[in-house]
């Protein structure tokens, strides 16, 4: 079966620690997406990437860095500079941005704390 | 500012109860809004898209329809496994994509 798979499903970041998460889709999209889930709000855009070795920030990359070497993969590093990183984080794909608006397809995401 | 707000923040129903769920929105230009259904721990899972008003959209009990302003979700006949967050998203024009998420409904089905 398609879909996107994220892992590990949670993660623990000691201080002064960077950290991946790791995201794979085998739906032949060109678009990926990373976004971050708080308590009581919407979800909000860290990064996406339209096609292989291109990306642009979004509204909250401060602290964060990814790669998209491959057209599957879309890393993304939490950086000891995010001083808040304890969140759910959320991958999505779709066949590509603007245009048509086809719509996002989510994995189950990681959730990252400190210890 | 592009905005998108969800109303209730969160809903208990008895089962077989009918209601409906509000995403409204302010933004620049609509190129369509998406309706989400979240399980605890998990990723959004895709229902609808609506592209303009007075679209409507079905799925066994649920129904989706967008007007200028608003879009509803109507749950009818509910049932426990209905139970989740329910998310919205707009796509307006003018960008590459990104799409604005409300901060959900969560739905409580009791039998």
């Known amino acids: 079966d398609g879909g996107i798979t994220q892992s590990p499903k949670y993660l623990f970041r000691k201080e002064g620690q960077n950290v991946t998460l790791s995201c794979e889709q085998n739906?032949?999209?060109?678009?990926m997406y990373w976004y971050r889930q708080d308590p009581g709000q919407g979800l909000r855009l860290i990064y996406y990437s339209q096609i292989v070795n291109d990306f642009q920030k979004g509204d909250i990359a401060e602290g964060y860095s990814v790669s998209r070497e491959k057209k599957e993969s879309f890393p993304l590093t939490v950086t000891s500079a995010q001083k808040n990183p304890t969140a759910f984080y959320l991958c999505a794909s779709s066949i590509r941005t603007g245009g048509d608006s086809q719509p996002q397809h989510f994995g189950d995401g990681t959730r990252l704390s400190i210890l | 500012e592009d905005q998108v707000t969800q109303s209730p923040e969160a809903l208990r129903l008895q089962e077989g109860e009918s209601s409906s769920l509000n995403c409204s929105y302010t933004v620049s230009g609509l190129r369509g809004l998406f309706w989400y259904r979240q399980d605890p721990g998990k990723g959004p899972e895709f229902l609808f898209t609506?592209?303009?008003a007075g679209e409507e959209k079905e799925k066994e009990r649920l129904k989706a329809t967008l007007t200028k302003k608003e879009s509803f979700l109507h749950i009818t006949a509910p049932k426990p496994e209905d139970s989740a967050t329910y998310l919205c998203a707009v796509l307006t024009s003018g960008n590459t994509g990104k799409l604005i998420f409300g901060q959900g409904t969560t739905l409580q089905v009791k039998p």
């Open positions: 739906l032949n999209h060109d678009a």
């Open positions: 609506l592209y303009s």
